[in-house]
């Protein structure tokens, strides 16, 4: 099992920047991606990117493309999800997850989340 720590959060003006972090320990060697949620009030948890650490290959929604970037240490110990041109749809809980194996294409463990407002 991976424990996972988000941090980075905040209140932020429309086209400003912030850099989420995720802090993972416990059983991180075993890691085969990380990734980053959102679920913004009211809504459902969607993905927004992920990294595999095979390859380094990193993934993203069709909505963040060319703003955010996510990136992650060699020893899996930290992903960091750089937010930039942010706009107020925007706003969510961020939250960090580890998938542990290729097989089920799911995502097993989950932080607690970051809370993320983009003012207009």
């Known amino acids: 099992q991976v424990q996972l720590v988000e941090s980075g959060g905040g209140l932020v003006q429309a086209g400003g920047s912030l850099r989420l972090s995720c802090a993972a320990s416990?059983?991180?060697?075993?890691?085969?991606?990380m990734g980053w949620f959102r679920q913004a009030p009211g809504k459902e948890r969607v993905f927004v990117a992920g990294?595999?650490?095979?390859?380094?290959?990193?993934y993203y929604a069709d909505s963040v493309k060319g703003r955010f970037t996510i990136s992650g240490l060699n020893a899996k110990t930290t992903v960091y999800l750089q937010m930039n041109g942010l706009k107020p749809e925007d706003t969510a809980v961020y939250y960090c997850?580890?998938?542990?194996?290729?097989?089920?294409?799911?995502?097993?463990?989950w932080g607690q989340g970051t809370q993320v407002t983009v003012s207009s």
């Open positions: 997850a580890n998938r542990r194996t290729a097989v089920s294409g799911e995502y097993d463990d």
């Open positions: 416990g059983r991180t060697f075993s890691s085969y991606a």
């Open positions: 990294i595999n650490w095979s390859g380094r290959s990193t």
